[in-house]
């Protein structure tokens, strides 16, 4: 399920940086499909941050949030954005094989279009996420929208010997990082299957390669569940984005669209100056965000709008964020500035 139960997403400014991008995504698609009467589900942690955005922001009266946890589900109805948001009681695998039934069960009227985000944390359980990403695609209809989240670290990966047994921690502090590397994808050789490519390597598990590969695999599910040769309909990636949010994580949003209607989408949406859309799922798009104190904030909004070269490094007396070159970070702050979390720590 989501780990999005144990920090407020307004403390957590990447994971903020992303969910704005996703309701400027949405009032894009709003101008293919409107949202008037959709229904959003998601898995909203106790804050319902996410809830209770998409329903300022566009007045969405079905609101639905799943999680595993039942103390999670008790804090979310105390939480809740309105008196009609469902919160219940369930793991994501049950919401999927019984979706249209669950749906009916809360009253969604079945002409709603379903915008779903699956925001999944754990590594571990890949082939179970690939597999949910796969049937929910098949379960959505045209003008659906999801969105899927997942942990992109390679250290998160868990290991698998030559033989496929679990090597001992004595063993894995005696590995070197490459002999490290081949356990984790051995355990995936073992946990994927088909989903994996024949071409992929151990190679593609370093935290800059291991988005795209996760990004292939989503591909090879979405291929899986609307085969080119004899649907009519695609997954039709949005934007596909990269950030860490303490650990690596990648997230994807499309919409399920006839193949003959991408060019229109594209148009209507006006995807070409958006700087975030991408033609295929692996195409990611890098946010690099960091924990900004109010007078850097503030100081990097003026610096966006200051005419000619600014020396950012000579205007903050430092040269990084963390471990980001503060004027790469700058660049990046000019093109995703506006979708900062609006909030501020006010000191006694």
């Not at 749906?103 to 379903?114: C, G, K, V």
Request: aromatic share 10%; glycine share 6%.
């Amino acid at each position: 399920m989501s780990g999005g139960s144990d920090v407020d997403y307004e403390l957590r400014p990447a994971k903020g940086v992303d969910r704005n991008i996703f309701l400027d995504l949405l009032s894009r698609y709003q101008r293919w499909v409107p949202l008037d009467g959709a229904v959003y589900i998601s898995m909203g942690g106790y804050p319902m941050s996410d809830h209770r955005m998409i329903y300022r922001r566009f007045g969405l009266e079905h609101l639905i949030s799943i999680d595993g946890e039942k103390h999670v589900v008790d804090r979310q109805r105390f939480n809740k954005p309105t008196e009609k948001t469902k919160c219940l009681h369930l793991r994501s695998n049950i919401l999927i094989e019984n979706f249209d039934e669950i749906l009916s069960e809360n009253e969604i009227p079945d002409t709603a279009t379903r915008v779903v985000w699956m925001d999944f944390t754990e590594p571990n359980k890949l082939s179970d996420q690939l597999s949910q990403f796969e049937q929910l695609l098949e379960t959505l209809g045209e003008g659906d929208i999801i969105r899927i989240t997942l942990n992109a670290n390679e250290s998160s990966l868990k290991m698998a010997k030559p033989d496929g047994s679990k090597p001992k921690p004595i063993e894995v502090a005696a590995m070197d990082r490459e002999e490290q590397r081949e356990a984790r994808f051995k355990r995936l050789e073992n946990d994927l299957g088909s989903y994996l490519p024949s071409s992929a390597t151990a190679q593609d598990l370093s935290n800059d390669k291991l988005p795209i590969l996760l990004g292939k695999l989503l591909e090879k599910a979405a291929g899986s569940a609307f085969p080119s040769g004899s649907s009519q309909h695609a997954f039709f990636p949005l934007s596909s984005l990269v950030y860490r949010d303490g650990q690596q994580m990648i997230t994807v949003t499309g919409a399920i669209i006839d193949r003959h209607h991408f060019d229109q989408v594209e148009v209507i949406m006006a995807l070409e100056n958006w700087p975030f859309s991408v033609e295929k799922i692996s195409d990611f798009k890098r946010l690099s965000v960091s924990t900004l104190t109010l007078k850097e904030r503030l100081l990097m909004e003026r610096l966006v709008l200051a005419d000619g070269e600014v020396d950012i490094v000579e205007r903050l007396g430092f040269s990084k964020f963390g471990s980001t070159d503060a004027k790469t970070y700058f660049e990046d702050f000019k093109e995703f500035s506006r979708f900062y979390p609006n909030h501020a720590v006010v000191e006694y």
